[in-house]
């Protein structure tokens, strides 16, 4: 590529504006960039101008500020967005600090790569790139085209080479601006409190807002503040006794800021003395620690509340590390094993040692053999405590550390004294072993019941019943009959008393799902004879399905309900059956017109053995028992009320519904 012809200072008629004016307090502001490209602008009397920044490892071209002479056509911008190896000549020359002189960008295209080309899309002329160095690294270039400059760059002129260096220093200088704004916005947005004393004079020199905002003076109001009172608002952690104490740095865990309200401001304040320029300066960062202290005061109060837990409970804590064998623990744990908390060995062989011997080896490997995914135990088991008394103690534990192997390398838990449930359970064993033996002897009761003496009253009833058929003497068959009837009774007696022991044994029942209507039906016809001898008639007033879950023997309920109503009604009266929906469960009720029962028997009615009343009725008074039993078994409920139509009571069971 031809070299351009020499560029002398006489070439330009440009006066350049007080220096006073360029480096003003706007040039290293957005503006004052901007104005000192338009005096390069102007000075090379080109069409456009501009500055960009390099960015990336890529090198990316990024433009900041253009200046366009007025009336010029703006025209398309190959730098901007584009890597600088699409240009890789005059990226080379950029890179190495040396600037570019394209006399004619539109011969010179011609005869060049691509990149060259391609800036003939953007420039008609002249083409001149200086770069921007700072501290040795290219970080940007300024592009003047179109210019009437013909001479050589190197040569002059000096005006040009002056206003891209004072370019150069506004960029760098505003990148140092942005810089320690962004600081300083990070500073005055911090969570912590900052603040600059000078040590001699004891003057705030800065201040953040964050504690301008939580202390509630003005930034003003600190940097104007007397020492008396700035120390009173946050202390005197710039005398000279902590630097000779602690040096040129230290902390404090437990100091307090107060507010311009009278309000203690809780903080931890980190100190640093610094030296500079001869002067002394002391830098405090301090954080709030309110929520800390509430958080600690609650932990506090949380501990208490656990050490009473404790003590209310009354449990031992203990806490092993297996590595070292070291035992930490509370001193009710010592005193179980009948030490001092300052005389028990601290460690887990020696406790190893008052295990019981039988048990030794076990618990051992129980403590010793817990896993990752299994770490909790419990264990019972007795010790020999020092006075040589035998103990026992429940132990509950976890590992709560592993090491490389799995294998558990820490343990904590605790431990309560059940020595005296221990007792209690001895002594619980030997009354279960009596009571095993009272119930077994009730049961040998009821066997002999339903056997023993079933089978002799059975025969007895046999024979009576063939003696009638053949006696025809009247004081012989009165004698005979009379015999029948207490055989009855005993067979009676001896039926129930069965029944009520059999579900005295049972815990529950197998259930199947049976309509109470058909059941009752069922009942009713088998009473029909015993109705029908007393002239009396069974109204059932109620229709549909009522399905409920139930044991067939719920039949002896309403058996029992519609005998006792038969029983103690007169001749020639109703009973009535109803069934009630009540929500979630039937109530089947039975109503006579008997005599009634009094309100001060009902309580009593349904209890074992109890009878209201005797009168012209025989029968063991277990029948009411059984029917509460069997109600009981099946999750519901009896009771017995006045009937409400009339003279007479309403005997009633709640079943739950299917």
Same mark, same amino acid.
């Given at each position: 590529?031809?070299?351009?012809? &020499? !560029? ?74 584009? =890597? ?7 990226? &080379? ?20 790569? &691509? ?65 320690? &704004?962004?600081?300083?916005? !990070? ?35 600190? +940097?104007? +503040?007397?020492?008396?009172?700035? +120390? ?27 507010? /311009? ?42 501990? @208490? ?110 431990? +309560?004294?059940?020595?005296? %449930? ?27 019941? %339903? ?14 019943? !063939? ?19 207490? @055989? ?10 069965? /029944? ?25 016809e088998n009473l029909r004879p015993m109705v029908e001898s007393k002239k009396m008639e069974i109204i059932m007033r109620f229709s549909g399905a009522h399905r409920s879950a139930v044991n067939p023997i719920i039949e002896e309920v309403f058996a029992n309900f519609l005998t006792n109503a038969v029983k103690y009604s007169h001749e020639r009266t109703s009973i009535l059956i109803d069934i009630f929906d009540e929500g979630n469960v039937w109530k089947v009720a039975v109503s006579d017109q008997g005599e009634g029962i009094s309100g001060a028997d009902k309580p ?19 029948? !009411? ?24 009571? =309403?005997?009633?069971? %709640?079943?739950?519904?299917?």
């Amino acid at each position: 590529m031809s070299q351009a012809p &020499s !560029l002398s200072a006489h070439s330009f008629r440009y006066e350049l504006p007080e220096i006073t004016s360029l480096l003003s307090p706007l040039s290293g502001t957005e503006a004052g960039i901007i104005n000192i490209l338009g005096q390069i602008g102007e000075l090379t009397d080109c069409t456009r101008c501009s500055v960009y920044e390099l960015q990336g490892t890529v090198k990316i071209a990024k433009r900041r500020h253009t200046w366009v002479r007025n009336g010029a056509d703006v025209g398309k911008d190959a730098f901007h967005n584009s =890597r600088m190896k699409m240009f890789p000549w005059i990226f &080379s020359s950029i890179n190495n600090k040396k600037a570019v002189y394209i006399q004619d960008v539109l011969t010179s295209a011609k005869e060049a790569t &691509s990149g060259l080309k391609l800036l003939q899309t953007q420039v008609n002329n002249s083409f001149i790139a200086i770069p921007l160095v700072d501290e040795g690294d290219v970080f940007g270039f300024i592009t003047i085209e179109d210019s009437k400059i013909t001479a050589s760059l190197e040569e002059g002129p000096y005006d040009l080479i002056f206003l891209s260096e004072l370019l150069r220093l506004a960029i760098v200088q505003k990148k140092f601006i942005d810089e320690l &704004s962004l600081f300083k916005n !990070l500073v005055n947005r911090s969570n912590d409190y900052i603040i600059v004393i000078d040590r001699n004079s004891s003057k705030v020199l800065d201040v953040n807002e964050t504690l301008c905002t939580q202390a509630g003076y003005l930034r003003t109001e600190f +940097m104007a +503040m007397e020492p008396d009172l700035l +120390m009173d608002t946050v202390g005197n952690f710039w005398n000279g006794a902590f630097f000779e104490t602690c040096g040129d740095h230290y902390l404090d865990v437990d100091s307090s800021f107060k507010a /311009k309200t009278g309000k203690k401001i809780p903080v931890e304040i980190n100190v640093t003395f610094i030296e500079h320029n001869d002067s002394e300066y002391v830098l405090a960062v301090a954080r709030n620690i309110t929520e800390r202290k509430e958080r600690e005061i609650m932990l506090q109060k949380t501990r @208490d509340r656990v050490e009473l837990a404790l003590n209310g409970a009354d449990l031992g804590i203990w806490d092993w590390d297996v590595a070292t064998d070291e035992l930490v623990f509370n001193a009710r744990w010592a005193e179980m094993l009948g030490y001092q908390a300052g005389s028990l060995p601290r460690n887990f062989k020696a406790i190893v040692e008052m295990i019981h011997e039988p048990e030794r080896k076990r618990i051992t490997s129980v403590f010793r053999d817990t896993r990752p995914s299994s770490p909790f135990f419990e264990e019972e088991f007795s010790i020999i405590t020092r006075s040589r008394e035998s103990n026992w103690l429940l132990v509950r534990g976890k590992a709560t550390e592993f090491d490389n192997e799995g294998k558990a390398s820490r343990i904590t838990g605790t431990a +309560m004294d059940i020595t005296q %449930r221990k007792l209690s359970e001895g002594r619980l064993k030997q009354y279960a072993d009596k009571l095993q033996r009272s119930n077994e002897m009730k049961e040998l009761f009821t066997d002999i019941l %339903r056997h023993d003496l079933l089978n002799p009253a059975g025969n007895i009833k046999g024979f009576t019943e !063939l003696l009638l058929e053949v006696e025809n003497n009247g004081p012989k068959r009165s004698m005979l009959e009379k015999i029948q009837k207490n @055989d009855d009774k005993l067979i009676d007696m001896i039926d129930t008393a069965a /029944k009520f022991a059999k579900l005295e044994s049972q815990d529950e029942l197998e259930f199947s799902i049976m309509d109470l209507g058909d059941l009752l039906r069922n009942v009713n016809e088998n009473l029909r004879p015993m109705v029908e001898s007393k002239k009396m008639e069974i109204i059932m007033r109620f229709s549909g399905a009522h399905r409920s879950a139930v044991n067939p023997i719920i039949e002896e309920v309403f058996a029992n309900f519609l005998t006792n109503a038969v029983k103690y009604s007169h001749e020639r009266t109703s009973i009535l059956i109803d069934i009630f929906d009540e929500g979630n469960v039937w109530k089947v009720a039975v109503s006579d017109q008997g005599e009634g029962i009094s309100g001060a028997d009902k309580p009593y009615v349904f209890d074992r053995f109890k009878r209201v009343t005797k009168k012209g009725v025989k029968g063991t008074g277990l029948g !009411l028992a059984i029917v509460k039993r069997i109600a009981e078994l099946h999750g519901g409920d009896v009771g017995v009320d006045d009937n409400p139509e009339g003279k007479g009571s =309403r005997f009633w069971i %709640r079943l739950n519904k299917a």
